[in-house]
C-alpha cells in the first residue's frame, strides 16, 4: 500500500529563519505530488503541486518544493518564514493510476515564534 | 463562486446511533471524495463519487457509506457509530483533474 511519511511532527522556528520540512513516499509509479496547509480553525489549502516538469515547483506564499524521483522526496521549503506560517502542513501523494484518491502524510505542525 | 460547503459544522451523537453528513462541490466539479481526519493525524480517504457512483473506496468497514446526487451533492453516511468515529469529516471536490478543493468539515464528536 501506498504511504507518505514526514519528517517531522513538530518544527518551531524563529520568524525570519528558512523552513524545511521533507516528505517521502512510497509507490513506484508515476505520482503526482501535493502540500497543503491548514492555518488553526481553517480548512485545508493547496500551497502548491507537482504533476510533471520542472522538478522545483513554486507555490503560494513565497513556498516552493523539490521533487526527487531517485530519492521518492517532496521536501517543501521557504526561505524566511513569517509568524503567519504557523499551520499545519500536510504532504500528499496521489499515485498516477489510481485516479483522484489522495494519500496524505500525518502533517507536520510548524509554530514560529515572534 | 461558493467553494466547498459542508453541514451541519458539528454534530454531537451517542454510540450506536446513525449520522448523516452533507457536502456541496464547488461549482463545476462533479467528482467528490471524502476523507477522515482524525486529531493529529492526516486525511484518510474514505471513498470518492463521480456520476452518482462509488468509484474508489478506501480502507472503511461497510458502517461507512455515501451517495452523490445529479447536482454533483454528496452524503456520506455513518451507521452503528463507535467512539472511533469521532474525528473531523472532509469533503473534497475536483474535476477531472487531480487538483482536489476541501470543505471546512464536519467534527463529529461520538459520546
Known amino acids: 500500500a501506498q504511504s507518505v511519511s514526514q519528517h517531522n511532527h513538530h518544527v518551531i522556528l524563529s520568524e525570519a529563519a528558512s523552513l524545511e520540512l521533507g516528505c517521502n513516499y512510497s509507490?513506484?509509479?508515476?505520482?503526482?505530488l501535493f502540500w497543503y496547509v491548514q492555518y488553526p480553525g481553517q480548512h485545508l489549502q493547496l500551497l502548491l503541486k507537482?504533476?510533471?516538469?520542472?522538478?522545483l515547483v513554486k507555490g503560494i506564499k513565497g513556498f516552493e518544493a523539490e521533487f526527487i524521483k531517485s530519492k521518492f522526496s517532496f521536501n517543501l521549503r521557504k526561505p524566511s518564514v513569517q509568524w503567519s506560517d504557523t499551520a499545519e502542513y500536510f504532504c500528499?501523494?496521489?499515485?498516477?493510476?489510481?485516479?483522484?484518491?489522495?494519500?496524505f502524510g500525518p502533517g507536520t505542525r510548524l509554530s514560529v515564534l515572534p | 463562486d461558493a467553494g466547498v460547503t459542508q453541514s451541519p459544522t458539528h454534530l454531537i451523537k451517542t454510540r450506536g446511533q446513525q449520522v448523516t453528513l452533507r457536502c456541496s462541490p464547488k461549482?463545476?466539479?462533479?467528482?467528490v471524495s471524502w476523507y477522515q481526519q482524525a486529531l493529529g493525524q492526516g486525511p484518510q480517504f474514505i471513498f470518492q463519487?463521480?456520476?452518482?457512483?462509488?468509484?474508489q473506496r478506501g480502507n472503511f468497514p461497510d458502517r461507512f457509506s455515501g451517495h452523490q446526487f445529479p447536482n454533483y451533492s454528496s452524503e456520506l453516511d455513518v451507521n452503528a457509530l463507535l467512539l472511533g468515529d469521532s474525528a473531523l469529516y472532509l469533503c473534497?471536490?475536483?474535476?477531472?483533474?487531480?487538483?482536489?478543493?476541501f470543505g471546512p468539515g464536519t467534527r463529529l464528536t461520538v459520546t
Open positions: 509507490y513506484g509509479g508515476t505520482v503526482n
Open positions: 463519487y463521480y456520476e452518482e457512483e462509488e468509484r
Open positions: 473534497a471536490s475536483s474535476l477531472l483533474s487531480n487538483e482536489q478543493y
Open positions: 507537482y504533476f510533471s516538469g520542472d522538478p
Open positions: 500528499a501523494v496521489n499515485p498516477d493510476n489510481y485516479g483522484q484518491n489522495f494519500v
Open positions: 461549482s463545476g466539479h462533479d467528482t
